[in-house]
């Protein structure tokens, strides 16, 4: 039985795909929101493994994706900003007959609601962007922020004698 030798020609075409399919997926993975599974079914790339694989393989690609990423993070943190520097509150005037039928001027507050909500935002930063800082934690301190004190701690050996203390 004749060796297979390898053909060269298969393998220059399955690393121009593989370099077409890095190019379509470094498009397309900011506008599927940086979401690998969605961006790989989009584009036909049947493994997600394909891309850890590509990302393992070439640093410049890895660079690319998490460039992506930091991106959809700096949109996140931008649209948060907007919003808190939006007026998230407005005055709505409007004309209304009083019981004797004249008209007075009334206002009435409205909040503004975004579509996708800020809690959504929050939420996305929270869990994607605690690199940046937005995780909730609790920082236990002592009064006016010094640090916690450890007192004396006790252990009573009840074989022994109780007199026996260990500190």
Request: hydrophobic residues 30%; proline residues 3%; contains cysteine.
């Amino acid at each position: 039985m004749p060796k297979k030798t390898p053909d060269r020609k298969n393998d220059k075409t399955r690393a121009a795909k593989i370099a077409e399919n890095k190019k379509l997926f470094i498009e397309m993975y900011p506008i599927k929101g940086c979401n690998l599974s969605v961006t790989c079914k989009a584009l036909g790339i049947k493994s997600r493994q394909s891309v850890y694989t590509w990302m393992d393989e070439d640093e410049e690609f890895a660079l690319q994706v998490k460039e992506s990423e930091e991106g959809l993070k700096d949109w996140a943190e931008g649209r948060l900003i907007k919003a808190i520097n939006d007026e998230e509150s407005y005055v709505e005037s409007y004309l209304s007959k009083d019981i004797a039928g004249e008209f007075e001027e009334k206002r009435r507050m409205k909040t503004r609601s975004s579509r996708g909500g800020i809690t959504a935002l929050i939420f996305y930063l929270k869990t994607r962007c605690k690199d940046r800082g937005y995780i909730e934690r609790n920082e236990f301190t002592g009064k006016g922020g010094t640090p916690l004190e450890s007192g004396k701690t006790v252990i009573y050996i009840p074989e022994n004698n109780r007199d026996n203390i260990k500190e």
